[in-house]
Structures are given as structure tokens and as C-alpha cells.
């Protein structure tokens, strides 16, 4: 019973949810068989009681079924009938939620079946709900395009072609669907193409964000938004798009449904973020403005109620930056309680000590990354990265290059770091060591260092080595 898929979905949903399906299962209308309903009690109370249990076909027949024979055709035609009955119900409980599209529903059946005394209700309704709804993202646009086209359809203006039809709110809709939609997945194309190395194919996208340019008046709702958003995705250099997109997520997050909107801001991060990565170091101020956004508008934390690790340690780290040193600790005694319980306590301590290391409480760096669980392969090379600096400012070199041995066995011992990863860290540990061995005042000796660092590219702390270096001068 384990691999069919009907087990498999309903282990997927909470309590709450089966029983909707039961009660969906007891209306004559989707449902007219009993068995049926006992097969979903059989599952049901097995998944509950017996949560790490595996039920077999012969357990799960004798419960349904009494002494009856057992018949394996049978048994997978149950199975295979409650599974798309149970496909029926989840496109029920979809369609519930969607009162745009009952509404259309309602106003198409008025005009098919000619229900002519249901028709001034159905546009009343319909209009009433346009206007009262509170989200402008593209599935409004398509639900309002909908909308207008059953209304016309309803009218019948084809048949009277003086009169003044609502074609051009027909066109206006489905072009802010179409272009809102098209933008969203055109962004999205971008970042996976710079992770996938995949150049997708977006046929008139060039068109679409030429005639947008070209306009003076701004569009509404989700064009506007995702406009911007890809122009910065596109280009780093649109700064103007990144201001014009941080206003508008400011004044109109709320105009789209919180996950979206949530996708939306992240998309605003990744810019922060990527810019940063480009030196432009002013927009570490930015990433915590945005986060600040987030935390007052309610959307920081994730669906499952905790806050991604990824957010969390960049936030602290990005704040400490610019020295936001009792802004990064309110947001660790704040924030770090919401992170995943498996994670928490070494994100917490690892933030803690690399707030202490920006003020300079070096003595209180070490106990806290003494304490740190290194199972997870990122906190274990940021705590290491973080150990070597601490060791140099407390000049204790002898601890530190015992630090650098011991971090390149860490190094070739974890097997879960990949190449790239394990080859920059180690030409970081290369650095420090040449570090430590510099002669202060040698000034041919320190400048021939700096010269070898920036020649190398993208280094590993290379802001702490640099400024180190310097202050050997």
C-alpha cells in the first residue's frame, strides 16, 4: 500500500484537510458509493496512529472489506477510484478559493443557460467584487479580463454593433495580464540562467520592455512592479529601476498576495546583493533598508513560520558592515528565536560572536564559536573563517597556525564541500598565512602581498587581510 499515491497524498495532508475530503466524499453529489468513505477511515486513522508504521494491501483489504475474498484487481480499482475522486476535491478546494473565478462562473452559466433574471445580479456582483478585492497582480488582470469578457458575451454585443462595446477594457486587461506575466517569468529566466548557464528563450520580450521605456504615463499594479524588477535583474548598472522598484514595493506590497509579494522583495535582495558582490559596498545599507521593509510589513518570516538562514546571517552580517551593531543585536535576540530549531542555536552563537568581533570583544569571540555545531558545512567554514581572524587580532599566532592546519584537514575530510568552494577556501588559508609572517614596516614585502591579493581576484575575507596588511605599514 506504501507506493500508491493515494496513501502517498493523503500522508501529505493535515488532519484538517482529510477531513474536508471525508465530508466531501458524503455529498451525493461528488459521491454516491460508501466504500469509498470507509477506505478513507481505514487510511485516515492508520496515518494517525500509526505514523511511522507501513500498512499492507491485506491489512488495509480486511479492514474495508470483511471476510470478503481478497482481489488484488480490486483492490488497485478502489485505490485508482478514490484517487480521482480525491483529484476532484483538491481542484474543489482550488476553486474555492478563487472568488474571482466563481464569480466569472456564475456570470457565464446566467448567459448559457439564459438565465435572464440573474443577469443585472451577476454583473452587480462581479463588479462589486473587482472593485472591493484587494490585490493588482497578474491574476487579477486575468480574472478582470475574464470578467469583461463573459460581461460581453452576456450583453451579446455582437449582435448590436452601434452600441458602445467593453472591448477596450476586454484588451487592457489581457494586455496587463499578458505583460505582467510575461516580465515575471522573464526575471525568473534571468537568475536561473546565471545559476543553470541556460539562455532562455523569451520571444518579445525585447519588444515588450522597448514599448514600456518608450511610455510616459506608468502602468499600474504588477507591470509596474515587475518591470523594474527586471530591468535590475538585466542590469546592474539600473540603479534608477532599483530606487523606483524600492518605493513601489514601500506603497503597493500589499497589492499582491504575500507569497508573491514576499518573491518580489527577494528578487530586490538578490540586487543588493549581486552589487555588493561588485563592490558597491553603499548597498549593504540598502539589503538591511529592505529587511527593515520586510520586518514592518509581516513578510520576513517564511511560509513555515521561521526565518531562512540565508536572511538571517546575511542581514547580521551586512549590518555589522556599517556598524548597525545595536540594530544586528536586537535583530539576533529577535530574529535568531525564529530560525528552524535544528539551526538556531549555532546561527544564533556564530551571530553573536561575529557581532562581538566587529566591536572589537575579541575575548568573547571564542568561547561563542567553541560552542558551535559544525555538522552544517557552511556555519563550520564561516566559524573557521571567523576563528583565524580573531586569533590574529588577539595576536596569538601560535594558536592560529595550529587554526590553519586544522581547518585544511576539515578541508579535505569533508567530503560534502565542493571543489570550487574547497580551492577558495584554501587559497584564503594560503593569504593568511602570508599574513602572519609579514615584517612590520616592510614596506616592499607588504605592498608585494597586496599587489598578490587583488591580482588573485575574489578572495576570501580579503577585506580582513587587506586591512590587515595595511596596518603593517
Known amino acids: 500500500m506504501e507506493s500508491t499515491k493515494i496513501l502517498k497524498s493523503l500522508r501529505k495532508i493535515d488532519p484538517e484537510l482529510r477531513k474536508r475530503f471525508r465530508l466531501y466524499l458524503r455529498s451525493p453529489y461528488f459521491n454516491r458509493s460508501k466504500t469509498f468513505i470507509k477506505a478513507l477511515d481505514v487510511l485516515s486513522t492508520f496515518i494517525d496512529k500509526y505514523p511511522n508504521k507501513k500498512l499492507t494491501k491485506e491489512v488495509y483489504w480486511k479492514k474495508v472489506f470483511g471476510k470478503e475474498a481478497y482481489k488484488e484487481v480490486n483492490l488497485r480499482k478502489l485505490n485508482s477510484d478514490l484517487l480521482r475522486i480525491f483529484k476532484g476535491f483538491l481542484a474543489q478546494e482550488q476553486y474555492q478559493t478563487d472568488k474571482g473565478r466563481q464569480i466569472n462562473y456564475f456570470m457565464r452559466a446566467v448567459h448559457e443557460l439564459g438565465i435572464d433574471a440573474l443577469q443585472s ?18 491574476n487579477y488582470y486575468l ?3 475574464t470578467k469583461e469578457k463573459e460581461y460581453y458575451q452576456l450583453i451579446d454585443f455582437d449582435k448590436d454593433r452601434e452600441a458602445k462595446s467593453n472591448v477596450e477594457e476586454i484588451l487592457r486587461n489581457l494586455d496587463l495580464f499578458y505583460i505582467s506575466e510575461k516580465l515575471y517569468f522573464y526575471t525568473s529566466s534571468l537568475v536561473r540562467s546565471k545559476i543553470l548557464s541556460h539562455d532562455y528563450e523569451s520571444v518579445l520580450i525585447d519588444e515588450i520592455l522597448g514599448f514600456l521605456e518608450s511610455q510616459d504615463k506608468g502602468y499600474e499594479g504588477a507591470v509596474s512592479m515587475y518591470y523594474n524588477l527586471a530591468l535590475c535583474i538585466a542590469d546592474l548598472s539600473r540603479i534608477d529601476a532599483f530606487n523606483k522598484l524600492k518605493i513601489l514595493l514601500d506603497k503597493n506590497a500589499h497589492l499582491f498576495p504575500r507569497d508573491e509579494a514576499v518573491q518580489i522583495y527577494s528578487g530586490a535582495l538578490n540586487y543588493t546583493v549581486a552589487k555588493l558582490n561588485s563592490g558597491a559596498f553603499e548597498f549593504n545599507a540598502e539589503y538591511i533598508g529592505l529587511i527593515n521593509q520586510m520586518i514592518k510589513k509581516g513578510y ?3 511560509k513555515d513560520g521561521y526565518i531562512s538562514l540565508n536572511k538571517y546571517r546575511n542581514a547580521c552580517r551586512l549590518a555589522l558592515r556599517i556598524e548597525r551593531f545595536e540594530w544586528t543585536e536586537w535583530f539576533i535576540q529577535e530574529y535568531g528565536q525564529k530560525l528552524h530549531p535544528s539551526i538556531k542555536e549555532s546561527a544564533m552563537n556564530f551571530t553573536l560572536a561575529l557581532l562581538n568581533f566587529r566591536k572589537k570583544q575579541f575575548d568573547k569571540v571564542v568561547p561563542l564559536l567553541a560552542i558551535i555545531e559544525y555538522d552544517d558545512v557552511a556555519f563550520g567554514l564561516a566559524a573557521k ?3 583565524g581572524a580573531t586569533y590574529y587580532d588577539l595576536d596569538e599566532f601560535d594558536a592560529l597556525e595550529s587554526h590553519i592546519d586544522a581547518f585544511k584537514v576539515f578541508l579535505s575530510r569533508r567530503k560534502d564541500i565542493p571543489e570550487v568552494r574547497r580551492k577558495n577556501y584554501l587559497v584564503h ?6 599574513l602572519i609572517r609579514l615584517i612590520p614596516g616592510d614596506k616592499k614585502g607588504i605592498d608585494k602581498f597586496i599587489a598578490s591579493l587583488e591580482a588573485e581576484g575574489r578572495v576570501i575575507n580579503a577585506e580582513f587581510l587587506l586591512e590587515k596588511a595595511e596596518e603593517l605599514r
Not at 451577476?122 to 497578474?138: G, L, V
Not at 588559508?429 to 602570508?434: A, D, E, G, P
Request: cysteine-free; charged content about 30%.
Open 143 to 145: 480574472q478582470k479580463y
Open 300 to 302: 520576513i518570516l517564511e
Open 121 to 138: 445580479i451577476s454583473i452587480r456582483q462581479s463588479d462589486k467584487y473587482f472593485e472591493e478585492t484587494p490585490f493588482r497582480n497578474a
Open 429 to 434: 588559508l594560503r593569504y593568511l598565512s602570508r
Open 385 to 387: 573563517t571567523l576563528l
